[in-house]
């Protein structure tokens, strides 16, 4: 392995936007080492200058060139970043300057509107939505005529991060409902969840993993039995498919992706289940 | 007000990089509108070219160039988006090429490597994190050893939001502990936090807002009333910093805001409690 070098994300706010930028492109070499470090709020010219100092004294210690992925709107504080001799990837610079020849008009720098209140429709939603993702959590509160989704799966499949995930990052009311064994005798979706068919998705995944994930919580217990496992998923499954419910394996996916692909099947008939 | 452009984002996995990009940037001109659209999965050429067929579809419709931002990995689906006259931010193709310059060898394209399982030990660390998180809202269940910080505050100071958001993004455990009537009589931290307290955290806001809020739970309360948020969160505050517990207001902040600055007095001592 090649020594590290040193990446900085720097930002005048909270730092996530650079922050997944730079994961992001750092991911596409998985063979090189990198040693990251956060600097967020860097909101006036003199913390733009320690930071440029603190990014130069990092390239004495390593050989590498530092890298820094930068959101800075402040056109003075990103100066003062370029004068550290790291290669700046500068989102905005990049990329407002291509935006502003088209638009006719200069952006208004907004520190960090983005991740603000700002948009105080938008921000309340998504508070809103995760409160409705916690209330309904786990088969609690049935209040599924608001529910923009209904996640439905044995226990364990990772209905809740879902949930949760997709209230944070796209203002979703996802609720969720476990499917525990008194619901296997009866072969049949439970009553509550049938005047919302459309709103259904099933999440499942390998037995294996599942009893893995189990164990974790109840090691040795016939909960977390392969066998136990193998059966509530054979049985959900057939549940949910005769009902025409699309199925989502979560088995090698992140929440991430499958919070995506659940998204994409609001809009997108191609995934969508039959009418 | 202006027609809205159209605006894509394209990406052949979750798009979630792409959008926080975009949605970033395009803040930077508050005055203008702009009807935004997410095309995520586009992991083929086939569904590039459809995608750029799809733009090319909306620039006859609006009298605006469509902005794409695009987080695609493959160069020839990266020529297919740029055919579409489009104004394209192409995110990987402007930075790797100079992050490639500087390593010395090429990028391994690895579609949505970031936001997959790929690192399993990140991945899994943040899906326990919440797992802690959701085990240890609101006082349940006091594993405070494992904790990386604990939240208190008074009922809806947005302990809950916070701690979760913290284990989605940054992996974690953040545990809560809400400040109830009960404490109050005592003038004192709860016994159970005392052995933390450089874990601890407090959060406190406005009287009006936290009545607000309050109030949308339980409207004309005793609980929601003016007077009982001001006393509540005057006691709550005395009794924290005379700890010597660091305060942080969340009236005008975000959770995204309150998270970083949270993270931040992890490691910068100029925001942490004095010792």
Redesign the interface.
Known sequence: MNPARPVFFVSD?????AE??G???L??????AFATE?L??VDSQEKAQNAAAHIKDSSKVSSL?P?VFS?L?DPDARDALNASDA?V?D??G???G??TA??GHP????R???????DQNT?TSR?DA??FS?ATDDGMALKYDRADLILVGVSRSGK??TS??MA??YGLCVANYPLTPEHFDHFDLPAVLKPHLRKLRGLTLSPQRLSQIRAERRPNSDYASLETCKMELTTAETMLRSAGIPVLDST??????I???L??SLTNPTVQRPA
């Open positions: 706010h909270t730092g996530i936007t997944i930028i994961k992001s492109l991911s596409q070499y998985p063979d090189e956060s967020p709020f060139r890298f959101s709107t290669l990837m989102i905005y990049q990329f407002l291509m935006m088209e638009i952006a208004t720098p907004a960090g509107k983005f991740h603000a209140m700002g921000y508070i995760l409160n916690l809740t991060p949760l995930y944070m990052q090698t996916r992140s929440v991430e992706e919070a995506a692909l998204r994409q």
